[in-house]
């Protein structure tokens, strides 16, 4: 079986959880309707998984992405939090003898 469908049915099914639902219920009665010939239930089955389409497709449309600044990464500071090291002097000391 092709790995991509059940991942992509699984990030479908986390993303919005209720319309998932509501679609997969509305197929589902649109096949038993459409088997057992009762015409009334797969008109609802249809309509229901109708709906949800639509209702999904105006979601996607209502949540359109904001365009985002792109990020600059610092790697240093603009400024060391540290305070600067004193000079080291060397000194001129007699080794002992």
């Known amino acids: 079986m092709n790995a991509v469908l059940p991942r992509f049915l ?7 959880p209720i319309i998932s639902v509501l679609i997969t219920m509305g197929v589902v009665d649109a096949l038993i ?3 057992d010939d009762s015409w009334s239930l797969f008109a609802f089955g249809l309509g229901i998984a109708g709906i949800s389409l639509v209702f999904k497709l105006w979601h996607i449309q209502q949540r359109r992405p904001t365009p985002e600044e792109p990020v ?6 603009s400024r060391s939090s540290s305070s600067a090291l004193p000079m080291l002097s060397v000194s001129k000391k007699k080794p002992p003898v």
């Not at 699984?10 to 919005?16: A, L």
């Not at 600059?72 to 500071?77: F, G, I, K, N």
């Open 72 to 77: 600059v990464q610092h790697y240093l500071p």
């Open 10 to 16: 699984k990030s479908t099914y986390r993303k919005e």
């Open 33 to 35: 309707g459409g088997f």
